[in-house]
């Protein structure tokens, strides 16, 4: 009889050990239906910039208390390269027919040669990321044309909170994502305004996406 109940107790701890594999199972099953779910709404939903260009949005789960935000911006436009340099060129090329002067063709390479480098260097811009780490802060960084890359941390103490805001940029309203800092002599003050993703300047429903996602870390902070 003794051993009877062995066996049946041999038997309930098998099942129940199967049965608690088929629900992590499951969890982890239904885990990955909604990250593909998730995955395949933010590839059919198409993003643009304030003028009508497209930019992609790459949103990446690290963990519930970590979350990145990629955004990409098209690259240098080779034809539009070519239109400026050329453009320059030609200006240069009208004044040397009048004046003679060979220098003005010189001084033309060299204007478009450091206009390039100054410009993929310091202005263009082709990837935005935005890192939401719980409980420790944000991360920003840009990704320029040349490789170069600039990062800003702000930490979590110092943020009240991330909003959508709105302003007059070329004679029309746009939105825009920013944090709040904290005043220090006034927590329940705000002392400045951190603008986010200011070179691709993407529309409203894609910083929703992003909000949304930032406010439910905040929340699990708070």
């Not at 840009?142 to 805001?165: C, L, P, Q």
Request: glycine share 4%; aromatic share 10%; net charge neutral.
């Amino acid at each position: 009889m003794m051993s009877g109940y062995c066996i049946n107790l041999k038997i309930l701890v098998a099942k129940t050990a199967g049965q608690a594999q088929l629900a992590k199972l499951k969890l982890a099953l239904q885990s990955f239906v909604r990250t593909y779910q998730n995955f395949a709404a933010m590839e059919e939903e198409v993003f643009t910039d304030i003028d009508g260009k497209a930019i992609s949005l790459d949103c990446q789960d690290h963990s519930s208390f970590c979350k990145e935000f990629i955004v990409s911006v098209p690259k240098v436009s080779f034809w539009k390269v070519m239109s400026y340099t050329c453009s320059v060129w030609l200006i240069a090329y009208g004044i040397f027919f009048f004046t003679e002067n060979t220098a003005v063709l010189s001084m033309a390479i060299l204007v478009t040669l450091l206009g390039m480098i100054l410009h993929i260097h310091f202005v263009k811009v082709d990837h935005e990321s935005l890192l939401v780490v719980g409980s420790l802060g944000i991360q920003v960084s840009y990704s320029y044309a040349s490789g170069r890359e600039t990062t800003t941390f702000i930490e979590m103490s110092k943020i009240k909170d991330i909003v959508i805001n709105e302003a007059i940029y070329m004679h029309r309203i746009i939105y825009y994502l920013c944090v709040l800092l904290k005043d220090p002599s006034d927590p329940s003050a705000v002392s400045s305004v951190v603008p986010l993703f200011q070179s691709s300047k993407p529309r409203l429903n894609c910083l929703v996406k992003v909000y949304k996602s930032c406010q439910e870390i905040l929340s699990k902070c708070s």
